[in-house]
T-cell receptor, first 115, second 113 residues
Framework: DGGITQSPKYLFRKEGQNVTLSCEQN?????MYWYRQDPGQGLRLIYY???????QKGDIAEGYSVSREKKESFPLTVTSAQKNPTAFYLC??????????????FGSGTRLTVV | KQEVTQIPAALSVPEGENLVLNCSFT??????LQWFRQDPGKGLTSLLL?????REQTSGRLNASLDKSSGRSTLYIAASQPGDSATYLC????????????FGSGTRLSIRP
């Protein structure tokens, strides 16, 4: 079945450490997105990519980095510069990005906790 | 700037009732509107997608309507069941910045057995 796979499900980070969250999709979608969800704050866009080797900052990109070397993969690195990384991270994709009216598909999320 | 509002933030109803969840948005220039369901600690599951040219979409016991001119969408759930308990989010895809959808803050629904 086609879908988005996020791993790991739970991740623990020590202070000053960089960690990478994985997002893989087999939907052949062009565009991929990373969101952060905090209790009571809804979803906020971190980064998005509409094509391989290109990505754009979202509303809260500081302290995060991404790459898009393959169409099916969009990993997110939470760097030590991110002051408050504890949150639930969601990856999403859609077929045509800016073009067309297709909906979004989401992964099951990664819960990151700073210890 | 597009804003999406969902009221109420939480709703509790007895099993078997029909119910309506509301979503309002401030700018009618949209590509589409999508309703999602989120269970605690899980990702978002797409329920219904309504294009800007459509008035409603149906899937099983769910029916979503869209009134662009008034900036409103409703999600109707028929014969509610305890398994419907979850947070329901609506998201609008503005036509002016189509790459970024805007989410409401959600309605947390609880169905009492």
């Amino acid at each position: 079945d086609g879908g988005i796979t996020q791993s790991p499900k739970y991740l623990f980070r020590k202070e000053g450490q960089n960690v990478t969250l994985s997002c893989e999709q087999n939907l052949n979608h062009d565009a991929m997105y990373w969101y952060r969800q905090d209790p009571g704050q809804g979803l906020r866009l971190i980064y998005y990519s509409q094509i391989v080797n290109d990505f754009q900052k979202g509303d809260i990109a500081e302290g995060y980095s991404v790459s898009r070397e393959k169409k099916e993969s969009f990993p997110l690195t939470v760097t030590s510069a991110q002051k408050n990384p504890t949150a639930f991270y969601l990856c999403a994709s859609n077929e045509r990005g800016t073009y067309g009216g297709d909906g979004y598909t989401f992964g099951s999320g990664t819960r990151l906790t700073v210890v | 700037k597009q804003e999406v509002t969902q009221i109420p933030a939480a709703l509790s109803v007895p099993e078997g009732e029909n119910l309506v969840l509301n979503c309002s948005f401030t700018d009618s220039a949209i590509y589409n509107l999508q309703w999602f369901r989120q269970d605690p600690g899980k990702g978002l599951t797409s329920l219904l997608l309504i294009q800007s040219s459509q008035r409603e979409q149906t899937s099983g016991r769910l029916n979503a309507s869209l009134d662009k001119s008034s900036g409103r969408s409703t999600l109707y759930i028929a014969a509610s069941q305890p398994g419907d308990s979850a947070t329901y989010l609506c998201a609008v895809r503005p036509s002016s910045s189509a790459s970024k959808i805007i989410f409401g803050s959600g309605t947390r629904l609880s169905i009492r057995p």
